[in-house]
């Protein structure tokens, strides 16, 4: 029980809503996808640190590195792809408009 308290608390709350803003900062910034797995894993050994010096939790459990990088990662770049939706939108209304919630497409602009 205490496992999922930490799990939910620390990993899906706190460090789940620090990826999902660090998602849509790399994406405000323009800068590449891949940046949020790099920042991504930092954060996970971050929320493994105060998970183990909070809770005594073990720090180096591969199932549950595996599974908050999964989490911690998954977050941000939900966050990068709506915030990267959002961007193309926005910025650039002649030639884009909204497809769905994870994607845009050309306008038409043969209609007239």
């Known amino acids: 029980m205490k ?25 405000e910034t323009w800068r590449p996808i891949w940046q949020n797995i790099v920042y991504g894993v930092a ?3 971050a929320e493994r640190f105060f998970a183990w010096a909070l809770f005594q939790a073990p720090p180096f ?3 549950a590195i595996l599974l908050n990088a999964a ?4 977050f941000a770049l939900l966050a990068y792809r709506l ?12 030639l884009f408009e909204r497809a769905g919630l994870f994607t845009w497409r050309a306008k038409d602009t043969t209609a007239g």
């Open 61 to 63: 459990n591969p199932f």
């Open 3 to 27: 496992e999922i308290f930490v799990f939910l608390i620390v990993t899906v709350f706190i460090f789940g809503g620090a990826a999902f803003l660090m998602g849509q900062a790399i994406a």
């Open 43 to 45: 954060l996970v050994a």
């Open 83 to 94: 915030t990267q939706v959002r961007k193309m939108v926005s910025q650039y209304p002649w």
């Open 71 to 74: 989490v911690i990662i998954g």
